[in-house]
């Protein structure tokens, strides 16, 4: 059974950074294709699409969102993705959750995805 955990999120002041973590479980990065994914969601407001990555390291991610401020990567041997980010901004303030799907495709569907975490939530005060 494949696990996800989030871990990073927290308060922090606009312009500020974090850097979130998801560990995943019962499956092994180097031996699985699969794509990771972080999507967020605010109070109120639908899910959206941040960013994806796949097993080769590829990326995907929302322009309007990440405006160059995000990065995600991942540490095959650790299992584990990340999701730095930079000069944030109230309006980054959502949950933020982690999911994988199995596969190379970077997809911004949450429904593709077959996996995911409980999330995190980060809170950035202006």
């Known amino acids: 059974q494949v696990q996800l955990g989030e871990s990073g999120g927290g308060l922090v002041q606009a312009g500020g950074s974090l850097r979130l973590s998801c560990a995943a479980s019962?499956?092994?990065?180097?031996?699985?294709?699969?794509?990771m994914g972080w999507f967020r969601q605010a109070l109120g407001k639908e899910r959206e699409f941040v960013a994806a990555?796949?097993?080769?390291?590829?990326?995907?991610s929302d322009a309007d969102t990440v405006e160059g401020r995000f990065t995600v990567s991942r540490d095959n041997a650790k299992n584990t993705v990340y999701l730095q980010m930079n000069s944030l901004k109230a309006e980054d303030t959502a949950v933020y959750y982690c999911?994988?799907?199995?596969?190379?495709?970077?997809?911004?569907?949450?429904?593709?995805?077959?996996?995911w975490g409980q999330g995190t939530q980060v809170t950035v005060s202006s």
């Open positions: 999911a994988a799907k199995y596969g190379s495709s970077r997809t911004r569907d949450g429904n593709d995805y077959k996996y």
């Open positions: 019962g499956i092994t990065f180097s031996r699985s294709i699969m794509a």
């Open positions: 990555i796949g097993w080769s390291g590829l990326i995907t």
